[in-house]
């Protein structure tokens, strides 16, 4: 039985950092990638960044120089660390295992997902 579970959500002001955690289980850690992905109130489920087995990342264009996905050695947990947040980056972020291969930004490339963390910045 696959589970994904997220922690570290809260409220931060502008300028902020916070640190999102998520925590995989019963998933096949060999060749695949991780993802973070975020929803605001109305709109779609937005990528914001993945892992993959091989060390390499990647990174939506509005968070690169603010956030860096990281993962332990066995995949197994994923930290998303948020920098210079701002206050368009306020969702529910959500952790993603499962990848099937395709565009890490598509979120019917991924299989499993946790409930979802909510991160809120505020001026």
């Known amino acids: 039985q696959v589970q994904v579970v997220e922690s570290g959500g809260g409220v931060v002001q502008t300028g902020g950092s916070l640190r999102l955690s998520c925590t995989a289980s019963?998933?096949?850690?060999?060749?695949?990638?991780m993802g973070w992905f975020r929803q605001r109130p109305g709109e779609g489920r937005e990528g914001v960044a993945a892992?993959?087995?091989?060390?390499?990342?990647a990174y939506v264009d509005s968070v690169k120089g603010r956030f860096t996905i990281s993962a332990d050695s066995d995949m197994a947990t994923v930290y998303l660390h948020m920098n210079n947040m701002t206050l368009e980056d306020t969702a529910m972020y959500y952790c993603?295992?499962?990848?099937?291969?395709?565009?890490?930004?598509?979120?019917?490339?991924?299989?499993?997902w946790g409930q979802g963390t909510q991160v809120t910045v505020s001026s």
């Open positions: 892992i993959g087995s091989n060390g390499r990342t």
């Open positions: 019963g998933v096949d850690f060999d060749d695949v990638a």
């Open positions: 993603a295992a499962g990848w099937r291969g395709g565009d890490w930004y598509r979120p019917t490339e991924y299989d499993y």
